[in-house]
Nanobody, 115 residues
Framework: QVQLVESGGGLVQAGGSLRLSCAAS????????MGWFRQAPGKEREFVAA????????YYADSVKGRFTISRNNAKNTVSLQMNSLKSEDTAVYYC????????WGKGTLVTVSS
């Protein structure tokens, strides 16, 4: 069982930056692929970024490549998402995800980008 708690969301102007963090419970955190998803108002949840258990392999949605960076600290059971050059279309609730044989989700943190 893994519990995830996101933080770091807020209101930012277009072109600005935010850093989201996800704190995970559980002794086997390092065995999970960690990721971020987002859901904008009226839209389906979509993939943003993911990171292998070792941190060596990363995956990004085309819409955030070059602007967002995912990282993890297995010693601290945390995963972060650094978001730069934010756009209004990045406005969404961002969810942390842990995946192995089961998917676990946090409750989300709201990011609002004003234009």
């Amino acid at each position: 069982q893994v519990q995830l708690v996101e933080s770091g969301g807020g209101l930012v102007q277009a072109g600005g930056s935010l850093r989201l963090s996800c704190a995970a419970s559980g002794r086997t955190f390092s065995r999970y692929v960690m990721g971020w998803f987002r859901q904008a108002p009226g839209k389906e949840r979509e993939f943003v970024a993911a990171l292998s258990w070792s941190g060596d392999v990363t995956y990004y949605a085309d819409s955030v490549k070059g602007r967002f960076t995912i990282s993890r600290n297995n010693a601290k059971n945390t995963v972060s998402l650094q978001m730069n050059s934010l756009k209004s279309e990045d406005t969404a609730v961002y969810y942390c995800n842990a995946a192995r044989t089961t998917h676990y989700w946090g409750k989300g943190t709201l990011v609002t980008v004003s234009s």
